[in-house]
């Protein structure tokens, strides 16, 4: 265990990829290097769940394991030596282990199957990778991490689309079935994230699961109720602008940042990590309806003047505006994207002549 004093000065290489808010702590941190923690306090109490914490008695007995808020109610009563003997500490140990220890021994069975599987993916070894998550599919069928690695080693790594389309539509079909949002949105990402590959998925049939999982989504997160959007939506949106529908994409990323104020109040550090997603695809999205709108006329501008040239015997560039204008601006916020696309389209219009090479 070392304990690393905080430096007066920001930016510490511990501390680089760790969330704004984390960064700015100004106490000592005690950082197990070596895994006694987990070996010797964690894995014994079967905590599984971060942050937990331990009070240690004067006696130098554990007097409770539980979540930090719990601090407040509980280190007055471990002072005045009540808490040890108190009906609230005995309930409180017995609903711990009743909640942990399954999921503690599950961990454990799942540990040499998550070894092998990661030890593969760092060799880029597909196929074992897909040997130890069949295993763990025999194990657990229920494991929603190893349903979607399947899924993603087949369609996305190895590529096999014969063995991995019918694998996929199970994961929907029992993502739907659950009625659970965290799998709905899961086998979403299978279908429309965009950092997989989906060009060999069948367009028909990825937006047909794409079209079933959005619905179920939306039914059981409606827009109108007070759950959390900022978790589910975007992926409905990227689902959405796929298919077409900026305006519904734009509609459920607002939504969904909306939510990060909602009612529910939501620690700092996660609407850190959210807000910049969020922010760069409700830029997107208004960048390609802009787009979409405008490009129709500047084509037909374009292509009377190129015509134009053509009959004076000019030779003329084929320019695809719709994906230049695009890759132009994507980057740029909103506002700031629509306004280039403006001052774009008004100098292609003004030199729409001169569109020709030599």
Not at 60 to 88: D, M, R, Y
Not at 117 to 145: H, Q, R, S, Y
Request: with cysteine; net charge positive; proline share 7%.
């Amino acid at each position: 265990m070392k304990t690393l004093q905080r430096p007066s000065r920001p930016g510490p290489s511990w501390t680089r990829g760790w969330p704004k808010s984390a960064r700015d702590l100004n106490y000592r941190i005690a950082f197990d290097y070596t895994g006694e923690m987990k070996k010797l306090w964690r894995e014994p109490s079967f905590c599984i769940g971060i942050p937990t914490s331990f009070v240690v008695d004067r006696d130098g007995c554990i007097a409770f394991i539980g979540h930090p808020s719990q601090l407040g109610e509980v280190l007055p009563k471990v002072l005045n030596g009540s808490w040890p003997t108190s009906n609230k500490a005995k309930a409180a140990d017995q609903e711990r282990i009743a909640t942990s220890e399954p999921l503690a021994r599950e961990q454990a069975l799942k540990k040499p199957i998550d070894d092998r599987f990661w030890a593969a993916v760092k060799l880029e070894d597909w196929k074992t990778a897909l040997w130890a998550i069949d295993e763990g599919i025999a194990l657990m069928p229920g494991d929603i991490n190893f349903r979607l690695a399947h899924a993603h080693l087949l369609l996305h790594k190895i590529q096999d689309m014969w063995t991995g389309l019918p694998v996929m539509r199970q994961l929907v079909r029992d993502a739907i079935d659950k009625n659970s949002e965290d799998w709905m949105v899961s086998a979403l990402d299978q279908l429309f994230h965009p950092a997989n590959d989906h060009s060999r998925l069948p367009p028909a049939e990825r937006f047909a699961m794409g079209k079933e999982l959005s619905e179920h989504i939306l039914a059981l997160n409606p827009p109108q109720g007070d759950s959390p959007k900022f978790r589910s939506y975007p992926a409905v949106a990227r689902y959405y602008h796929e298919n077409g529908n900026n305006d519904r994409a734009i509609e459920l990323v607002e939504l969904a940042l909306t939510s990060l104020d909602g009612p529910e109040p939501i620690p700092a550090e996660l609407k850190e990590q959210h807000l910049p997603d969020l922010l760069q695809a409700l830029a997107e999205y208004r960048v390609r309806r802009l787009v979409a709108a405008l490009s129709l006329p500047l084509r037909k501008t374009v292509s009377r003047r190129c015509q134009s040239a053509v009959g004076r015997g000019e030779t003329t560039k084929r320019v695809d505006l719709s994906k230049w204008l695009t890759g132009q601006f994507v980057h740029f916020p909103g506002v700031a994207a629509a306004r280039r696309v403006h001052a774009a389209l008004g100098r292609l219009f003004a030199a729409g002549s001169r569109l020709k090479s030599s």
